[in-house]
Nanobody, 124 residues
Framework: QVQLVESGGGLVQAGGSLRLSCAAS????????MGWHRQAPGKQRELVAT???????NYADPVKDRFTISRDNAKNTVYLQMNSVKPEDTAVYYC??????????????????WGQGTQVTVSS
């Protein structure tokens, strides 16, 4: 089985910083793009940032110049450094990974995996 486990969420004051981590584990052959999404109460889940295996990044406009996505391919881990946070950044943050897993009885399968989410709350 493949699992994505997020950590690093919590309560932070506006203007502060927080770093989220997401580690993928299990029978993984390779990982393509990884990303972070978020869902605020009463709103749809939205893209925050993505990063390819080669390190190319993409950000949603609301977080550009404040958040930085990075990854450690050796550790199958993606990070989200959140600086200058605002109350509107309050949400559950989910990581996802487009990866290829090794199937139990041989062969591989490519699919998208999601973590369970970590709460980020920004107080004003």
């Amino acid at each position: 089985q493949v699992q994505l486990v997020e950590s690093g969420g919590g309560l932070v004051q506006a203007g502060g910083s927080l770093r989220l981590s997401c580690a993928a584990s299990g029978r993984i052959f390779s990982i393509n793009a990884m990303g972070w999404h978020r869902q605020a109460p009463g709103k749809q889940r939205e893209l925050v940032a993505t990063i390819t295996a080669g390190g190319s990044t993409n950000y949603a406009d609301p977080v550009k110049d404040r958040f930085t996505i990075s990854r450690d391919n050796a550790k199958n881990t993606v990070y989200l450094q959140m600086n200058s946070v605002k109350p509107e950044d309050t949400a559950v943050y989910y990581c996802n990974a487009d990866l290829v897993r090794i199937k139990t009885w041989g062969g591989t399968e490519r699919r998208d995996y999601w973590g369970q989410g970590t709460q980020v709350t920004v107080s004003s």
